[in-house]
């Protein structure tokens, strides 16, 4: 999610831009840009820095498993199979 902080502000500095003629309608121009913008925001499924690091440390952990896994297997393979061409 998009901090409420950083909407507020894209939405100031949009408003801060436009004409002067459109500026003056004031708070109301704000609040509609800043809804908005959240609305896209939200629409777009956008995830913090934070969220997006913390699924990062999850993915390599995972990764990190797996390869563990892997090497595990292909020792246990080894292992079984000359017992395996023996039995042939």
């Known amino acids: 999610m998009i901090d409420p902080k950083k909407i507020e502000q894209i939405a100031r500095q949009v408003h801060e831009s436009m004409p002067k ?3 003056e ?3 109301d121009v704000e609040k509609k840009i800043r809804q908005i913008l ?3 925001f939200n629409r777009m499924d956008l995830v913090n820095r ?3 690091d913390v699924q ?3 993915l390599l952990r995972t990764r990190e498993k797996l390869a ?3 090497q ?3 020792a246990l393979e080894e292992k079984l199979a000359p017992a ?3 039995a042939e």
């Open 50 to 52: 934070e969220e997006f």
């Open 72 to 74: 595990r297997l292909a």
């Open 38 to 40: 959240q609305a896209q």
């Open 21 to 23: 003629g459109l500026r």
């Open 25 to 27: 309608f004031g708070d």
């Open 84 to 86: 395996t061409k023996d």
């Open 68 to 70: 563990m896994m892997e």
């Open 56 to 58: 990062t440390q999850v």
